[in-house]
């Protein structure tokens, strides 16, 4: 009998590309978990727990919360009974430490990385995302003023909670999220490039078109 393994996808690309936008849409499409490294910090940090009081500062200067906090984090995550026949991964890894880590994690699971799609946007769009973004307090639902606007202005359209800007999107903030992205987090570009996992993904055209686009990604390699 062949054995199974598990699919596991890695969304790749810097702050504001559409990452959480499009984890939601996929991970329920695919019926996989959608797991966000940013979110569960976040809930962490709204809960007062150890690892929010610990992710906290990093957050707040738009820093890498360091490796070893993280992939513990995402370990535990990935542990979990319903993470056994695959995951979307939104925002993890961040640093070739935590790509090498996810490898092991994934080799102890018996799963393997199906592909790592690239969703590519031009810098200055980028800022225009992330300063008129709008997250739903329960659930981390994304919108834009402009772009994605909700049905009712502060309100989400699919759980009814209220919508908040995030404290790390404020201009500043921004400016460095970039900068570490680009010092960090993009050598991962090449790095899953040459393990011919990469697939470049147009992130500035309209959310469907890069939804449709993601799914085709995926398809193709399954
Ligand atoms: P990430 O998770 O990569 O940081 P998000 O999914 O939160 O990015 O998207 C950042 C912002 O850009 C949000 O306000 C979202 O509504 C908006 N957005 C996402 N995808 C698109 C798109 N294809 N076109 C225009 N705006 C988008
Ligand atoms: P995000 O929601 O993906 O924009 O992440 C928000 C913040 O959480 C980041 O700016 C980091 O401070 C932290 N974070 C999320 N994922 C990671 C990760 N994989 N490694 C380190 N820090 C992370």
Redesign the pocket.
Same mark, same amino acid.
């Given at each position: 009998m062949d054995q199974v393994v598990a699919d596991y996808i890695v969304l790749l690309g810097p &702050? +504001?590309a559409g990452?959480?936008t499009q984890a939601q849409i996929v991970a329920r499409t695919l019926g996989l978990p959608h797991i @966000? @490294? +940013?979110? /569960?910090?976040?809930e962490n940090l709204q809960n007062q727990t150890p690892l929010g009081q610990q992710?906290k500062v990093?957050?707040?200067?738009?820093?890498?919360?360091?490796?070893e /906090? %993280?992939i513990a984090m /995402?370990r535990e995550r990935l542990l979990r009974p319903d993470c056994a026949q695959g995951a979307l991964l939104?925002?993890? &890894?961040? $640093?070739p430490p935590?790509a090498k880590a996810l490898e092991q994690m994934l080799a102890e699971l018996g799963g393997r990385i199906l592909v790592v799609p690239f969703i590519s946007v031009a810098e200055q769009v980028l800022i225009e995302r992330l300063s008129g973004r709008w997250t739903c307090r329960a659930q +981390?639902h994304v919108y834009h003023e402009k772009f994605n606007p909700p049905k009712q202005s502060g309100v989400c359209d699919v759980d009814g909670s209220e919508l908040y800007q995030?404290e790390?999107d404020k201009a500043e %903030?921004v400016a460095n999220?970039i900068r570490?992205y680009f010092a960090q $987090?993009a050598p991962l570009i090449d790095y899953y490039r040459q393990a011919g996992l990469l697939v470049e993904i147009d992130g500035a055209q309209p959310i469907e078109k890069v939804t449709a686009d993601l799914l085709e990604a995926i398809r193709a390699r399954q």
């Amino acid at each position: 009998m062949d054995q199974v393994v598990a699919d596991y996808i890695v969304l790749l690309g810097p &702050p +504001g590309a559409g990452k959480g936008t499009q984890a939601q849409i996929v991970a329920r499409t695919l019926g996989l978990p959608h797991i @966000s @490294s +940013g979110d /569960i910090f976040r809930e962490n940090l709204q809960n007062q727990t150890p690892l929010g009081q610990q992710a906290k500062v990093f957050m707040e200067r738009g820093e890498l919360v360091p490796d070893e /906090i %993280t992939i513990a984090m /995402i370990r535990e995550r990935l542990l979990r009974p319903d993470c056994a026949q695959g995951a979307l991964l939104d925002g993890f &890894p961040r $640093t070739p430490p935590q790509a090498k880590a996810l490898e092991q994690m994934l080799a102890e699971l018996g799963g393997r990385i199906l592909v790592v799609p690239f969703i590519s946007v031009a810098e200055q769009v980028l800022i225009e995302r992330l300063s008129g973004r709008w997250t739903c307090r329960a659930q +981390g639902h994304v919108y834009h003023e402009k772009f994605n606007p909700p049905k009712q202005s502060g309100v989400c359209d699919v759980d009814g909670s209220e919508l908040y800007q995030r404290e790390d999107d404020k201009a500043e %903030t921004v400016a460095n999220r970039i900068r570490v992205y680009f010092a960090q $987090t993009a050598p991962l570009i090449d790095y899953y490039r040459q393990a011919g996992l990469l697939v470049e993904i147009d992130g500035a055209q309209p959310i469907e078109k890069v939804t449709a686009d993601l799914l085709e990604a995926i398809r193709a390699r399954q």
